[in-house]
């Protein structure tokens, strides 16, 4: 669009510079991946009717999971620290957050989602309604949760250099950007990831989850996800 700020300041500095075109841009959205959950999150927007009510609907549905209301569950902070609890409400807020956007007349022309956020873009383009995600989420965390434990660690370096330090039970689990990518394996393959990081000065980070997601540790649940998605 511009190749300096003195350049772009320039452009709209023109006649008709903000003036909206007969086609406006597309927006898009892109809904992230499960990640830590922070307690009360979204609740402030309880008082709009929109968002209230698709929250409603959510809790409706995920009564047989949580057993409470919805609203209760995410002001646990212990109970969004599992992923059993986790993953439903964090599309339920996700996609109320959605419906709201939608009242406002944010309306996208596409969807994108990373992970768990896969789920809320496809709900969003229309291939199932609200309650039957957050019902799959559901049951796609208590899949998960049964699976063995496991760790995650974001780290700031070149998908190359990543491999060099791997080791046999850790493996790419996600590549976020050209030096940002996510390895997932054992408590202690990570581990040993974290040292061999230290020693070559390299930044990295735990993600704050206790399975190895995007890993080999996923595999014993395909069928049951599948099925839950039949």
């Keep these: ?70 609203i209760e569950l995410l002001a646990d902070r212990h109970a969004l620290s599992r992923t059993r609890w986790a993953q439903p409400a964090f599309v339920a807020v996700q996609l109320a957050l959605m419906r709201l956007w939608e009242s406002w007349g944010l309306v996208p022309t596409a969807w994108l989602g990373h992970s768990l956020g896969e789920l809320s873009a496809a709900c969003a383009a229309g291939a199932c309604d609200i309650q039957e995600a957050v019902v799959f989420a559901a049951e796609r965390g208590r899949l998960m949760e049964g699976c063995a434990g496991g760790a995650m660690l974001a780290i700031d370096a070149p998908v190359s250099a990543v491999r060099e330090v791997l080791g046999t039970a850790c493996v790419i689990a996600a590549l976020n950007a050209p030096e940002s990518v996510v390895v997932a394996g054992t408590e202690q393959g990570v581990r040993d990831v974290e040292d061999r990081l230290d020693l070559l000065g390299t930044a990295s980070r735990r993600v704050a989850v206790d399975r190895a997601f995007h890993s080999p540790a996923m595999e014993p649940i395909v069928d049951g996800v599948r099925e839950a998605a039949a």
């Design 1 to 70: 669009v511009a190749s300096s700020r003195e350049e772009a300041r320039e452009a709209m500095a023109q006649p008709g510079a903000l003036s909206s075109s007969s086609r406006p841009p597309g927006v898009a959205l892109l809904f992230p991946g499960q990640g830590p959950l922070l307690a009360g999150a979204g609740l402030d927007l309880y008082r709009f009717p929109v968002f209230a009510g698709a929250l409603d609907a959510c809790s409706v549905a995920l009564a047989p999971w949580i057993g409470r209301p919805l």
